[in-house]
């Protein structure tokens, strides 16, 4: 349970502090080679 808040609220601070750009980027390399 701990480590899946831990996760959250990691996913959280880097949205925050970077932006969603990160995020979509990452998603992106997720999905496959789409960039």
């Excluded at 831990?6 to 080679?33: D, K, M, T, Y």
Aim: no cysteine; charged share 10%.
């Amino acid at each position: 349970m701990a480590l899946r808040w831990r996760v959250i609220g990691w996913l959280l601070v880097i949205e925050l502090v970077l932006g969603q750009n990160l995020i979509v980027r990452f998603l992106g390399a997720i999905s496959g080679p789409v960039a």
